[in-house]
T-cell receptor, first 108, second 114 residues
Framework: RKEVEQDPGPFNVPEGATVAFNCTYSNSASQSFFWYRQDCRKEPKLLMSVYSSGNEDGRFTAQLNRASQYISLLIRDSKLSDSATYLCVATGANNLFFGTGTRLTVIP | GAGVSQSPSNKVTEKGKDVELRCDPI?????LYWYRQSLGQGLEFLIY????????KSGLPSDRFSAERTGGSVSTLTIQRTQQEDSAVYLCASSVGGRNYGYTFGSGTRLTVV
């Protein structure tokens, strides 16, 4: 079983739409969680951390449910520039475990 | 420098040759990680360095892979007797205090073994 599992998509949404991504993690000992964004043929970049209380950064909202070992990312008012692959991430003993990513395409 | 620097950005090598990939982390970042990403695949952890502690080598796929970090800064990942399945993008990342702080990645080295 993978440490972090995500729906690979693709998600194709119109500009202005709201889209949500979910992922699950297998290690109940994971302490920290993140969402990364990866553009085609580029390195992953940290989008935001995920806190138990939920946190928001502009149009992006992240949620963590420790009981269900479930993480989510909500993007409101999607922009063309949001098109990318979104990676769900959970900590391991010494490193980060990355999901394989969910591909988002925002359509004009 | 301002970011994590990796070199070369691209490397094409013949099967059986050795290659060295270099990573220069963000100044002051004590933690350094190597990952690789094959086409259409997720990131695979390879090795982790934290300060002067012994590295966590648990992700290295075979004994052909090794890495060192000199002076707590620059790191070199060496692949001996390269195989075609070693073709991937090798990503280095550094962190100010370890995994709980998230990572900053370099732009990677795209390795192609022919």
């Amino acid at each position: 079983r993978k440490e972090v599992e995500q729906d690979p998509g693709p998600f194709n949404v119109p500009e202005g739409a709201t889209v949500a991504f979910n992922c699950t993690y297998s290690n109940s000992a994971s302490q920290s969680f993140f969402w990364y964004r990866q553009d085609c043929r580029k390195e992953p970049k940290l989008l935001m951390s995920v806190y138990s209380s939920g946190n928001e950064d502009g149009r992006f909202t992240a949620q963590l449910n420790r009981a269900s070992q479930y993480i989510s990312l909500l993007i409101r008012d999607s922009k063309l520039s949001d098109s990318a692959t979104y990676l769900c991430v959970a900590t391991g003993a010494n490193n980060l475990f990355f999901g394989t990513g969910t591909r988002l395409t925002v359509i004009p | 420098g301002a970011g994590v620097s990796q070199s070369p950005s691209n490397k094409v090598t013949e099967k059986g040759k050795d290659v060295e990939l270099r990573c220069d982390p963000i100044s002051g970042h004590t933690a350094l990680y190597w990952y690789r990403q094959s086409l259409g695949q997720g990131l695979e952890f390879l090795i982790y360095f934290q300060g002067n502690s012994a590295p966590d080598k648990s992700g290295l796929p075979s004994d052909r892979f090794s890495a060192e970090r000199t002076g707590g800064s620059v790191s070199t990942l060496t692949i001996q007797r390269t195989q075609q399945e070693d073709s991937a993008v090798y990503l280095c990342a550094s962190s100010v205090g370890g995994r709980n702080y998230g990572y900053t990645f370099g732009s990677g080295t795209r390795l192609t073994v022919v």
